[in-house]
């Protein structure tokens, strides 16, 4: 009993130094990436600056509550090919510890890790995320406005809708004409007047007494006259980072219930996880740990990206199958305990004749699958 006990305290010692490692690592990484990103945006002139950091911050736990299953998963992958490596892990088979007792042993580390990602996740994610689009939002409209300018074309936002008007006396404009350039109807709504105004996140445009132009590419060209029209406009945040995982940190969905399961259901990926890193973390002697270390960042992208397509998959129907994601749970829950149960990942490394091409493969397979996240 003894000598499982320095076991246990070894192994959970290993993976909590190295989650807390990788955990830093990554938050920095996602922190530079988005850093980046708004101060382009700020130079562009759409954010205001001192607002920036702000932002990040409100946005950390959003980043925590995807990062924290993603650490758990790379530390113990990490160390249970470590254990293979060294050989090390026929020290626990020699002193009665089976994989089995392995999982025993971390299941405490494991439990506070599930419970801090689904507070995370669950409760201070949404709140934090949405003081920042609150924040960015509130911002870009006052910055907006302070920079509108007389008998000059503006671009009110991200998709191209531009105004153009004669005076502004910080209420009201006026001889006001407005079009977005990327409608194909292409209509010029031509104004008296406009007051512009912020309601949940939207930027208002109330024309008064004007005419607009509907669908100027078509060959029967009317027009039609008002004395009050209403237009709104959203007011975003665009990034031009390649890679900025825009389905996974910036989605959009009207629906709450959705993003109430999507929040709920990053927590329960550490069970799969779990199974998962004792499959894919063994190892033959003196093989390295590159190799593995690349697997699981693709089996974590991977496992992602196919709860975000069954995430947009969502239509309103048939809810039940949408708690908490389960579906997609299931399948990889099923494959891990199935794998692990066969001992391994035997059968998977025989689908290539050699480490380099599945390396290769391995990494185009990340590319890809970030790429599709990031659209």
Not at 88 to 103: D, E, K, T
Request: net charge neutral; hydrophobic share 50%; charged share 15%.
């Amino acid at each position: 009993m003894y000598k499982k006990n320095i076991l246990a305290i070894h192994l959970n010692s290993q993976i909590f130094k190295g989650f807390f490692a990788i955990l830093f690592i990554l938050t920095a990484l996602i922190f530079s990436s988005r850093l980046v990103g708004y101060f382009e945006q700020a130079a562009a002139g759409s954010l205001n600056p001192n607002i920036i950091f702000s932002v990040i911050l409100l946005r950390l736990p959003d980043f925590l509550a995807l990062l924290i299953p993603f650490a758990f998963f790379l530390s113990l992958l990490l160390v249970i090919s470590e254990l293979y490596n060294s050989n090390g892990i026929y020290a626990y088979f020699s002193a009665g510890v089976s994989r089995l007792r392995l999982i025993k042993h971390i299941t405490p580390f494991f439990l506070v890790t599930m419970v801090a990602c689904s507070l995370i996740s669950i409760y201070l994610a949404p709140y934090g995320k949405a003081l920042s689009k609150e924040l960015i939002a509130e911002q870009s409209y006052e910055d907006k406005l302070s920079m509108l300018q007389p008998n000059k074309l503006v671009n009110l936002d991200e998709v191209g809708s531009y105004l153009y008007f004669k005076s502004y006396d910080g209420d009201r404009m006026t001889g006001v004409t407005f079009f977005v350039q990327d409608d194909p109807a292409l209509s010029i709504i031509k104004a008296k007047e406009l007051e512009i105004s912020n309601i949940d996140n939207k930027m208002i445009l109330n024309f008064k007494n004007g005419s607009i132009y509907p669908d100027l590419n078509s060959s029967n060209q009317i027009d039609a006259s008002f004395k009050d029209l209403t237009h709104s406009i959203e007011i975003g945040l665009a990034t031009s980072n390649p890679l900025s995982l825009t389905k996974l940190l910036d989605y959009k969905n009207q629906s709450n219930f959705i993003q109430n399961q999507w929040n709920a259901s990053i927590p329960i990926m550490l069970i799969a996880l779990l199974l998962l890193s004792f499959v894919f973390g063994k190892e033959n002697p003196r093989s390295g740990r590159e190799g593995g270390l690349v697997t699981g960042v693709l089996i974590y992208i991977f496992y992602l990206s196919v709860l975000v397509a069954f995430r947009e998959s969502y239509t309103g129907d048939l809810n039940l199958f949408y708690h908490f994601l389960w579906p997609v749970h299931l399948v990889f829950l099923f494959f891990g305990t199935l794998l692990f149960w066969l001992d391994g990942r035997i059968a998977f490394r025989n689908l290539f004749s050699g480490s380099r091409i599945k390396t290769v493969l391995t990494i185009f397979l990340i590319f890809f699958l970030l790429v599709w996240l990031s659209s």
